[in-house]
């Protein structure tokens, strides 16, 4: 797979997919630029190299897709450049358009998800996109797991490359998963199971310790009939997990409340104690402290998912502790990713203390589950 460098781009049109879904406000504002910010190195470098920039995204919120105007103060923050939203680029003679706007400017397509042919990959769109450019590098590591227009379609029609993030992102997972500095704690949280056993079987095979968050925790005791009174698990995949393996370290107790969190009922108890009308938010004090034991002897973390609730100052404290217990760990190589994690490691202004921060959230458990995404092997072709 050739690298940027590898390529002349001076005058050049460079068709640059980027994940910009980031999170905006009910008035429009952007409330975290972090997948913005990752994107810089590779979009300054093609400035610096004469390109003409022509940047691709997304931006949908459930269901609801929003112009990428928002996005237009933050880039040329981040940019010191005038970025121009340019709507109309699958009419004829748009190509003209756009190379009349660079290279005094950066260029930035309209939301790509306006069109139905992105998410059904059609032929006819990619090629559209694809005459825009004469290059397409592709930086949106979070969505390589989509079978999109913009992801593997245009990459059939022009020379392409990979971005200075994605690069990073494989490189980083790639070394995870094949030669980790020993012991290797792998930390997983969030949800839902569904979106993650995968990963952990996978995990299962290549870390030393596994260690399991209040509500996944919660799943596994359910499946082993261990919590009597819940609702079953409908992954089969769990069937396969050994829960006697000295790997799995699940939580010991938990932070439980009322399922409606009505009337300030709140306690701390073991996960087995649960009561039907009651659910676990956090981690309890006895599995932060064991936690943090394995985390504190670690060479390689690698983090994916909450302790729990993170978001409210009840239910926090899980979340915290183990974040800081990682980067209170000077030796280890410490790695984070998923939208939920990366945003409570900003809550607790621990940005800086991680060695590398993936912009995904389903591609990284994708990548880490073994499975090829179609972005990266779009690239290969």
């Not at 938990?254 to 300030?264: P, T, Y």
Request: aromatic fraction near 8%; charged fraction near 30%; include cysteine.
């Amino acid at each position: 797979m050739k690298r940027i460098q590898d390529f002349e781009l001076k005058g050049k049109n460079v068709l640059v997919r980027c994940d910009f879904n980031v999170p905006i406000s009910k008035t429009g504002e952007v409330l975290d630029d972090f997948r913005i910010k990752k994107a810089v190195p590779t979009i300054e470098y093609l400035i610096e190299k004469d390109a003409r920039v022509i940047l691709m995204s997304h931006l949908e919120s459930k269901g609801e897709k929003s112009s990428l105007k928002c996005l237009l103060p933050i880039l040329k923050e981040l940019l010191g450049k005038e970025t121009v939203l340019f709507k109309d680029y699958l009419k004829k003679g748009a190509r003209k358009e756009i190379e009349a706007l660079t290279p005094q400017n950066v260029v930035l397509l309209e939301n790509l998800r306006f069109h139905d042919g992105e998410k059904k990959n059609d032929e006819e769109f990619a090629k559209s996109l694809a005459r825009l450019g004469d290059i397409f590098i592709n930086e949106a590591f979070s969505v390589c797991h989509r079978k999109h227009a913009s992801i593997v379609g245009i990459p059939k029609y022009l020379p392409k490359t990979k971005g200075f993030l994605l690069e990073k992102e494989i490189d980083v997972f790639s070394h995870i998963l094949e030669s980790p500095q020993r012991p290797f704690v792998a930390i997983i949280g969030g949800i839902k199971i569904e979106t993650k056993i995968k990963t952990i079987l996978n995990i299962l095979k290549i870390a030393d310790h596994l260690i399991i968050g209040s509500k996944i925790g919660e799943v596994f005791f359910v499946h082993k009939n261990l919590l009597i009174g819940r609702d079953l698990p409908e992954e089969k995949l769990i069937e396969n997990i050994d829960l006697t393996n000295p790997k799995i370290h699940l939580p010991l107790d938990g932070v439980i409340a009322l399922k409606s969190l009505k009337e300030g009922y709140l306690r701390k108890g073991g996960i087995g104690t649960l009561r039907k009308e009651e659910d676990v938010f956090d981690i309890g004090p006895e599995s932060i402290k064991a936690f943090k034991g394995i985390i504190s002897h670690a060479k390689t973390i690698l983090w994916n998912g909450p302790m729990g609730m993170y978001e409210d100052e009840k239910f926090e404290r899980g979340t915290k502790e183990i974040a800081d217990a990682i980067v209170r760990n000077y030796l280890a190589f410490k790695v984070a990713g998923g939208g939920e994690t990366v945003s409570a490691i900003n809550k607790f202004k621990l940005v800086d203390k991680f060695d590398f921060l993936s912009t995904g959230g389903g591609a990284m458990l994708e990548f880490l589950a073994g499975e090829k995404l179609p972005g990266i092997e779009a690239l290969k072709e």
